[in-house]
């Protein structure tokens, strides 16, 4: 107590010292220095031809690939070369999806100290934050097929936990969620009823059904398989339909266009692998096996598997691990890298 008063006793008496001085310019006003986006102080650059963690997306006309590399997105050509970065800067942006028609791309972005779901021209331009809010982390933003919304995992745990699909128009505004009322009714595993997680929203032609990934609770150790599970959302009755009952899970789903074709992320022998669904006859088998390994043990923030694209046409998948980009053909499983150099 002693020395508490003396310390105050002598920074009440004492003047300015130079360095507190330094904040206070001639007009007596404190100089703001953490407004946001911060100002960079330096940069690092250099070249590389890897990277890790890739979403992508690509685009309605297959000419396209748009990737996220070091909280930054670039657009490629299908074919390969050199990747052309679109946003910079201090923000970590990632999980781009192109809109239906090509004109606007979803993505996240912190920019403002928090992460939110924000839409920008294909060269970057014109960037708009479509959700507000400093309190909430998102996942996998992706377009209805009509273009006019958008819909996220989003939650607002401290932990990265409890994510609820939400819907949000292309323009903005509060936002709805999906799958509040989901209480685990035929969810897997033990504790329904509570802690049901939704992630990674996928679509084929009918704006109707949304696909994901459903999750009962859990968290930490001794988590029993299967956590994940494959689930559609009907828009129209708010009824949830579970789709597959795999001991290694099953996670981050991709329709082809014309809603032939289903690609997910399971684990099988403690590796991680896409399988390959024919939705019109049930067939099922490994498309490629194995990838990368999933996140079902820790907490998923960008969700359980990196986003992968069908090819307009539906006869290849794109997606990345290793480091690097494919393109898997649908028929033979073949994976064929797409090379890319992009400096950061």
Same mark, same amino acid.
């Given at each position: 107590?002693?020395?508490?008063?003396?310390?105050?006793?002598?920074?009440?008496?004492?003047?300015?010292?130079?360095?507190?001085?330094?904040?206070?310019?001639?007009?007596?006003?404190?100089?703001?220095?953490?407004?946001?986006?911060?100002?960079?102080?330096? /940069?690092?650059?250099?070249?590389?031809?890897?990277?890790?963690?890739?979403?992508?997306?690509? =685009?309605?006309?297959?000419?396209?690939?748009?990737?996220?590399?070091?909280?930054?997105?670039?657009?490629?050509?299908? &074919?390969?070369?050199?990747?052309?970065?679109?946003?910079?800067?201090?923000?970590?942006?990632?999980?781009?999806?192109?809109?239906?028609?090509?004109?606007?791309?979803?993505?996240?972005?912190?920019?403002?100290?928090?992460?939110?779901?924000?839409?920008?021209?294909?060269?970057?331009?014109?960037?708009?934050?479509?959700?507000?809010?400093?309190?909430?982390?998102?996942?996998?933003?992706?377009?209805?097929?009509?273009?006019?919304?958008?819909?996220? /995992?989003? #939650?607002? =745990?401290?932990?990265?936990?409890?994510?609820?699909?939400?819907?949000?128009?292309?323009?903005?505004?509060?936002?709805?969620?999906?799958?509040?009322?989901?209480?685990?009714?035929?969810?897997?595993?033990?504790?329904?009823?509570?802690?049901?997680?939704?992630? &990674?929203?996928?679509?084929?032609?009918?704006? $109707?059904?949304?696909?994901?990934?459903?999750?009962?609770?859990?968290?930490?150790?001794?988590?029993?398989?299967?956590?994940?599970?494959?689930?559609?959302?009907?828009?129209?009755?708010?009824?949830?339909?579970?789709?597959?009952?795999?001991?290694?899970?099953?996670?981050?789903?991709?329709?082809?266009?014309?809603?032939?074709?289903?690609?997910?992320?399971?684990?099988?022998?403690?590796?991680?692998?896409? $399988?390959? $669904?024919?939705?019109?006859?049930?067939?099922? $088998?490994?498309?490629?096996?194995?990838?990368?390994?999933?996140?079902?043990? =820790?907490?998923? #923030?960008?969700?359980?598997?990196?986003?992968?694209?069908?090819?307009?046409?539906?006869?290849?998948?794109?997606? /990345?691990?290793?480091?690097?980009?494919?393109?898997?053909?649908?028929?033979?499983?073949?994976?064929?890298?797409?090379?890319? /150099?992009?400096?950061?």
């Amino acid at each position: 107590m002693l020395v508490l008063a003396v310390c105050l006793s002598t920074l009440s008496a004492s003047p300015a010292s130079s360095a507190s001085t330094a904040l206070f310019a001639d007009t007596g006003k404190t100089k703001k220095t953490d407004s946001l986006p911060l100002a960079t102080t330096r /940069s690092i650059d250099f070249e590389t031809a890897e990277g890790t963690w890739i979403s992508l997306d690509i =685009s309605p006309d297959g000419r396209t690939i748009a990737f996220e590399l070091m909280g930054d997105i670039y657009t490629l050509p299908i &074919g390969g070369g050199t990747a052309t970065r679109i946003t910079a800067g201090p923000p970590f942006d990632s999980q781009p999806r192109w809109s239906p028609d090509g004109r606007r791309i979803v993505f996240l972005r912190d920019r403002d100290g928090a992460e939110n779901v924000w839409t920008m021209d294909p060269d970057g331009s014109h960037p708009k934050a479509v959700s507000k809010g400093d309190a909430s982390l998102y996942a996998s933003p992706e377009w209805t097929p009509d273009g006019n919304y958008i819909v996220v /995992s989003k #939650t607002s =745990s401290p932990l990265g936990s409890n994510y609820q699909l939400w819907m949000f128009h292309k323009d903005g505004g509060s936002g709805t969620s999906l799958t509040k009322d989901d209480k685990g009714d035929g969810a897997t595993g033990q504790g329904r009823g509570t802690n049901i997680n939704s992630l &990674g929203a996928a679509f084929s032609r009918d704006p $109707r059904y949304v696909w994901y990934a459903r999750k009962r609770g859990g968290f930490g150790y001794n988590l029993q398989l299967p956590q994940w599970e494959l689930a559609i959302y009907d828009r129209q009755t708010g009824k949830v339909f579970p789709q597959t009952d795999l001991y290694g899970s099953a996670m981050r789903p991709v329709l082809s266009s014309d809603g032939r074709w289903l690609v997910y992320a399971t684990r099988h022998d403690a590796e991680t692998g896409l $399988r390959l $669904r024919n939705l019109q006859t049930g067939d099922e $088998r490994w498309l490629v096996w194995p990838v990368q390994r999933d996140d079902q043990e =820790s907490r998923f #923030t960008r969700d359980l598997m990196p986003g992968s694209s069908f090819t307009p046409d539906g006869q290849a998948l794109v997606t /990345s691990y290793g480091g690097k980009i494919w393109r898997v053909d649908v028929a033979t499983g073949k994976a064929t890298e797409i090379p890319f /150099s992009a400096k950061v």
